[in-house]
Protein backbone atom coordinates (compact mmCIF):
# COMPACT_ATOMS: atom_id res chain seq x y z
CA UNK A 1 0.00 0.00 0.00
CA UNK A 2 1.52 3.21 -1.16
CA UNK A 3 2.29 5.33 1.52
CA UNK A 4 3.25 9.56 1.24
CA UNK A 5 5.23 11.54 3.76
CA UNK A 6 5.87 15.56 3.61
CA UNK A 7 8.37 17.25 5.06
CA UNK A 8 9.98 20.71 5.36
CA UNK A 9 10.22 23.68 7.27
CA UNK A 10 6.64 24.41 9.44
CA UNK A 11 7.64 28.33 9.25
CA UNK A 12 9.02 30.12 6.45
CA UNK A 13 9.32 34.15 6.51
CA UNK A 14 7.24 36.56 4.27
CA UNK A 15 9.14 36.79 0.73
CA UNK A 16 10.89 33.69 0.86
CA UNK A 17 10.69 30.81 -0.96
CA UNK A 18 8.69 27.81 0.50
CA UNK A 19 10.42 24.28 -0.08
CA UNK A 20 8.36 20.44 0.60
CA UNK A 21 9.24 17.48 0.08
CA UNK A 22 7.25 14.37 -0.55
CA UNK A 23 8.58 10.75 0.19
CA UNK A 24 6.50 8.07 -1.47
CA UNK A 25 6.84 4.89 -0.28
CA UNK A 26 4.86 1.22 -1.74
CA UNK A 27 4.53 2.85 -5.29
CA UNK A 28 6.72 4.07 -7.76
CA UNK A 29 7.21 8.08 -8.53
CA UNK A 30 7.67 6.00 -12.39
CA UNK A 31 4.63 4.24 -12.23
CA UNK A 32 2.75 5.41 -15.76
CA UNK A 33 -0.61 5.03 -13.58
CA UNK A 34 -0.52 7.91 -11.25
CA UNK A 35 -0.25 11.66 -11.20
CA UNK A 36 1.86 13.13 -7.86
CA UNK A 37 -0.18 16.39 -6.60
CA UNK A 38 0.39 18.78 -4.07
CA UNK A 39 -3.07 20.05 -2.27
CA UNK A 40 -3.41 22.51 0.26
CA UNK A 41 -5.41 23.89 3.37
CA UNK A 42 -5.26 27.54 3.83
CA UNK A 43 -6.40 28.38 7.54
CA UNK A 44 -10.16 28.54 7.70
CA UNK A 45 -10.81 27.45 3.95
CA UNK A 46 -11.43 24.36 1.89
CA UNK A 47 -9.07 22.22 0.00
CA UNK A 48 -7.03 24.01 -3.06
CA UNK A 49 -4.80 22.19 -5.93
CA UNK A 50 -1.65 23.52 -6.01
CA UNK A 51 -0.26 21.39 -8.96
CA UNK A 52 0.91 17.97 -10.11
CA UNK A 53 3.82 15.82 -11.72
CA UNK A 54 3.88 13.13 -13.85
CA UNK A 55 6.47 10.38 -14.10
CA UNK A 56 7.47 12.18 -17.51
CA UNK A 57 8.45 15.13 -15.57
CA UNK A 58 5.09 16.94 -17.08
CA UNK A 59 3.58 19.51 -14.79
CA UNK A 60 0.70 21.05 -14.64
CA UNK A 61 -0.50 23.88 -12.36
CA UNK A 62 -2.99 25.68 -10.62
CA UNK A 63 -3.29 28.81 -12.66
CA UNK A 64 -3.43 31.20 -9.03
CA UNK A 65 -0.20 30.19 -8.18
CA UNK A 66 1.61 28.99 -11.50
CA UNK A 67 3.75 31.92 -11.60
CA UNK A 68 4.97 31.14 -7.92
CA UNK A 69 5.04 27.81 -8.22
CA UNK A 70 7.62 24.58 -9.03
CA UNK A 71 7.18 21.05 -8.45
CA UNK A 72 9.97 18.09 -9.39
CA UNK A 73 10.55 14.78 -9.13
CA UNK A 74 13.44 12.38 -7.89
CA UNK A 75 13.10 9.23 -9.16
CA UNK A 76 16.18 7.39 -7.91
CA UNK A 77 14.86 9.10 -4.35
CA UNK A 78 11.30 8.33 -5.45
CA UNK A 79 10.40 11.90 -4.64
CA UNK A 80 8.69 14.76 -5.27
CA UNK A 81 8.97 18.20 -4.26
CA UNK A 82 7.45 21.56 -4.04
CA UNK A 83 8.52 25.17 -3.77
CA UNK A 84 6.35 28.03 -3.50
CA UNK A 85 8.21 31.45 -4.26
CA UNK A 86 7.46 34.96 -2.63
CA UNK A 87 5.15 33.93 0.44
CA UNK A 88 2.91 35.83 2.05
CA UNK A 89 1.14 34.78 5.50
CA UNK A 90 -2.20 33.82 2.76
CA UNK A 91 0.07 30.77 2.15
CA UNK A 92 -0.15 29.75 5.39
CA UNK A 93 -1.67 26.41 5.35
CA UNK A 94 -1.14 22.57 5.78
CA UNK A 95 0.22 21.11 2.80
CA UNK A 96 -0.62 17.31 1.74
CA UNK A 97 1.48 15.43 -1.55
CA UNK A 98 -0.89 12.95 -2.50
CA UNK A 99 -0.99 10.30 -5.57
CA UNK A 100 -3.95 10.82 -8.32
CA UNK A 101 -5.74 8.55 -10.41
CA UNK A 102 -7.50 8.41 -14.12
CA UNK A 103 -9.77 6.22 -14.84
CA UNK A 104 -10.96 6.24 -17.97
CA UNK A 105 -14.17 5.29 -19.37
CA UNK A 106 -17.41 6.25 -20.71
CA UNK A 107 -17.47 8.58 -18.18
CA UNK A 108 -13.72 9.12 -16.79
CA UNK A 109 -13.40 9.94 -13.18
CA UNK A 110 -10.05 11.67 -11.95
CA UNK A 111 -9.31 11.73 -7.85
CA UNK A 112 -6.70 11.29 -5.22
CA UNK A 113 -6.25 7.50 -4.40
CA UNK A 114 -3.58 8.43 -1.73
CA UNK A 115 -3.26 11.01 0.88
CA UNK A 116 -0.27 12.37 3.40
CA UNK A 117 -0.66 13.17 6.16
CA UNK A 118 -0.05 16.48 5.96
CA UNK A 119 2.35 19.01 7.28
CA UNK A 120 1.56 22.97 8.65
CA UNK A 121 3.31 25.61 7.22
CA UNK A 122 3.04 29.13 8.63
CA UNK A 123 4.62 31.86 6.92
CA UNK A 124 5.21 34.54 9.50
CA UNK A 125 8.68 37.12 10.75
CA UNK B 1 -14.67 31.42 -4.85
CA UNK B 2 -14.63 27.56 -5.46
CA UNK B 3 -15.86 26.43 -8.97
CA UNK B 4 -17.46 23.22 -7.70
CA UNK B 5 -20.62 24.46 -5.23
CA UNK B 6 -21.09 22.84 -2.39
CA UNK B 7 -23.22 23.80 0.22
CA UNK B 8 -21.78 24.86 3.53
CA UNK B 9 -23.06 22.80 6.01
CA UNK B 10 -25.49 20.30 6.67
CA UNK B 11 -26.63 18.21 9.75
CA UNK B 12 -28.47 14.94 10.64
CA UNK B 13 -29.29 12.60 13.29
CA UNK B 14 -28.23 9.34 14.12
CA UNK B 15 -29.79 6.64 12.09
CA UNK B 16 -30.76 9.38 9.00
CA UNK B 17 -29.68 9.63 5.56
CA UNK B 18 -28.22 12.97 4.28
CA UNK B 19 -26.91 13.81 0.54
CA UNK B 20 -24.34 16.09 -0.11
CA UNK B 21 -24.47 17.80 -3.10
CA UNK B 22 -21.30 18.77 -5.61
CA UNK B 23 -22.25 21.49 -8.45
CA UNK B 24 -20.32 22.29 -11.57
CA UNK B 25 -20.24 22.76 -15.55
CA UNK B 26 -19.97 20.76 -18.32
CA UNK B 27 -16.24 21.28 -18.32
CA UNK B 28 -15.79 19.31 -14.53
CA UNK B 29 -18.21 17.46 -13.42
CA UNK B 30 -20.67 16.93 -16.58
CA UNK B 31 -17.50 15.33 -18.08
CA UNK B 32 -15.99 13.45 -15.32
CA UNK B 33 -17.21 11.76 -12.45
CA UNK B 34 -15.86 13.39 -8.89
CA UNK B 35 -14.27 12.57 -5.89
CA UNK B 36 -15.40 13.09 -2.33
CA UNK B 37 -12.72 13.30 0.48
CA UNK B 38 -13.42 13.16 4.14
CA UNK B 39 -12.04 15.69 6.30
CA UNK B 40 -11.75 15.55 10.11
CA UNK B 41 -11.05 18.37 12.23
CA UNK B 42 -7.20 19.03 10.53
CA UNK B 43 -6.60 15.24 9.99
CA UNK B 44 -5.59 14.24 6.60
CA UNK B 45 -8.57 13.91 4.31
CA UNK B 46 -9.43 10.61 2.83
CA UNK B 47 -11.01 9.63 -0.16
CA UNK B 48 -14.69 8.19 0.46
CA UNK B 49 -16.20 7.70 -2.96
CA UNK B 50 -14.59 7.79 -6.49
CA UNK B 51 -17.36 7.91 -9.25
CA UNK B 52 -20.31 5.74 -7.63
CA UNK B 53 -17.17 3.54 -6.15
CA UNK B 54 -16.18 2.39 -2.90
CA UNK B 55 -12.19 2.61 -1.72
CA UNK B 56 -11.39 -0.32 0.42
CA UNK B 57 -12.23 -0.29 3.75
CA UNK B 58 -15.02 2.69 3.42
CA UNK B 59 -18.48 1.59 5.18
CA UNK B 60 -20.87 0.95 2.34
CA UNK B 61 -23.26 3.65 3.93
CA UNK B 62 -20.98 5.67 1.82
CA UNK B 63 -22.62 5.92 -2.33
CA UNK B 64 -22.14 8.37 -4.86
CA UNK B 65 -24.38 9.79 -8.08
CA UNK B 66 -24.30 12.17 -10.41
CA UNK B 67 -27.04 13.91 -12.93
CA UNK B 68 -25.85 16.50 -15.44
CA UNK B 69 -23.25 18.72 -13.90
CA UNK B 70 -24.30 18.27 -10.09
CA UNK B 71 -22.63 15.29 -8.43
CA UNK B 72 -24.21 13.52 -4.64
CA UNK B 73 -22.56 11.70 -1.87
CA UNK B 74 -25.40 10.08 0.53
CA UNK B 75 -24.23 8.61 3.82
CA UNK B 76 -27.22 6.09 4.83
CA UNK B 77 -27.25 5.29 8.68
CA UNK B 78 -25.61 8.34 9.68
CA UNK B 79 -23.36 7.95 12.04
CA UNK B 80 -21.22 10.01 14.77
CA UNK B 81 -18.14 9.35 12.90
CA UNK B 82 -19.13 10.99 10.38
CA UNK B 83 -18.75 14.08 11.39
CA UNK B 84 -16.61 15.99 9.37
CA UNK B 85 -16.23 18.59 5.92
CA UNK B 86 -16.39 16.96 2.80
CA UNK B 87 -14.88 18.00 -0.33
CA UNK B 88 -15.68 16.79 -4.09
CA UNK B 89 -13.28 17.48 -6.61
CA UNK B 90 -13.31 16.94 -10.62
CA UNK B 91 -11.10 17.40 -13.65
CA UNK B 92 -11.74 20.95 -15.65
CA UNK B 93 -10.76 20.01 -19.24
CA UNK B 94 -11.16 23.77 -20.15
CA UNK B 95 -8.89 24.85 -17.38
CA UNK B 96 -6.99 21.83 -17.64
CA UNK B 97 -6.51 21.53 -13.53
CA UNK B 98 -8.15 19.91 -10.70
CA UNK B 99 -11.07 21.69 -9.19
CA UNK B 100 -12.36 21.33 -5.89
CA UNK B 101 -15.55 22.60 -3.89
CA UNK B 102 -15.62 24.96 -1.06
CA UNK B 103 -16.71 22.15 1.29
CA UNK B 104 -19.33 21.05 3.48
CA UNK B 105 -19.52 20.71 7.08
CA UNK B 106 -21.39 17.57 8.20
CA UNK B 107 -22.42 17.64 11.99
CA UNK B 108 -24.17 14.66 13.41
CA UNK B 109 -26.67 15.94 15.82
Known amino acids: QVQLQESGPGLVKPSQTLSLTCTVSGGSLSSGSHYWSWIRRPAGKGLEWIGRIYRSGETIYNPSLKSRVTISGDTSKNQFSLKLSFVTAADTADYYC?????????????????WGKGTTVTVSS | QSALTQEASVSGTVGQKVTLSCTGNSDNVGSYDVGWYQQISHGAPKTVIFGNSLPSGIPDRFSGSKSGTTASLTISGLQPEDEADYYC???????????FGGGTKLSVL
Open chain 1, 98 to 114: ARDAMIRGVTPVYYVDA
Open chain 2, 89 to 99: SAWDYSLNVVV
